[in-house]
């Protein structure tokens, strides 16, 4: 049933992939990284790290456990390897918020001028890019939830099948179909970038940490390659 759902309405939920062990040994790692680095970004209303799985090598062995490795031989396929990866810390306090948005941008390692790529920004000396339609209908995104996720603290909420239209502008009647991604601590979130998704701001005073990485089976044209490319060995 999992997966269909994410075929047809783009996000599917799976708890229990991640031992409560093992998320507290990910909180320990995380509390110990150098924050001073370009790829870390502190505020008041969220912390983050782009290029995670590049600054936090020794998380590696306890993302990519057993649990997690069939989720994504199962829902994805043996030929994906990793293309991003960020890491979110949404405080207590948090009035940070998303507007509803599609994930539309690829992050590579150089700007080259190629069809059907743009437009391009620069974030921190990283490039991103608007790829063709196929490169994004080929990406899947992970989800880990270090902290139980509702509608108070952040929890996505998402057009269900939305996904399936290609790349739209968000329109108000289409929250009449939204739903609230409700995760708990140790569960994963499976989504296509494809799918509409926003988030409120916390109201309940509970941390939300997510670690985001996404999944790809296409390489790049010659001249440009993924800013993170993590071979999966199965």
């Known amino acids: 049933m999992s997966l269909e759902q994410l075929r047809t309405k783009g996000y599917t939920i799976l708890d229990d992939i991640y031992t409560p062990a093992e998320i507290r040994a990910l909180g320990d ?16 209303d969220l912390f983050a790290i782009r290029q995670f799985l590049k600054e936090i090598q020794e ?6 456990n057993e649990p997690l490795m069939a989720v994504v031989r199962r829902y994805f396929g043996e030929d994906y390897f990793v293309v991003k990866s960020i890491y979110f810390d949404k405080p ?3 009035n ?4 509803w948005h599609q994930d539309l941008t690829i992050s590579v390692d150089k700007k080259v001028e190629l069809p059907g790529f743009g437009p391009w920004t620069v ?4 490039f991103a890019v608007q790829p063709p339609l196929q490169i994004l209908e080929n990406i899947f995104t992970v989800r880990i939830h270090l902290d139980p996720t509702d509608e108070h603290n952040g929890a996505l909420r998402v057009i269900p099948g939305s996904h399936l239209k290609g790349i739209q502008r968000f329109s108000p009647e289409l929250n009449r179909e939204e739903n609230i991604c409700r995760v708990p601590g140790g569960g994963v979130m499976l989504m296509r970038p ?10 309940n005073a509970k941390r939300r940490r997510v670690i985001h990485i996404e999944f790809c089976n296409v390489h790049l044209p010659k001249g440009i390659k993924w800013a993170e490319s993590t071979a999966l060995y199965f």
């Open 29 to 44: 790692i995380l509390s110990q990284a150098d924050s001073s680095k370009p790829t870390f970004r502190r505020t008041n």
């Open 96 to 99: 940070w918020f998303v507007a």
């Open 59 to 64: 998380a590696h062995h306890l993302i990519f």
């Open 123 to 126: 974030k921190q000396d990283q």
């Open 194 to 203: 494809l799918l509409l998704h926003a988030s409120h701001r916390t109201t």
């Open 92 to 94: 207590e306090q948090s």
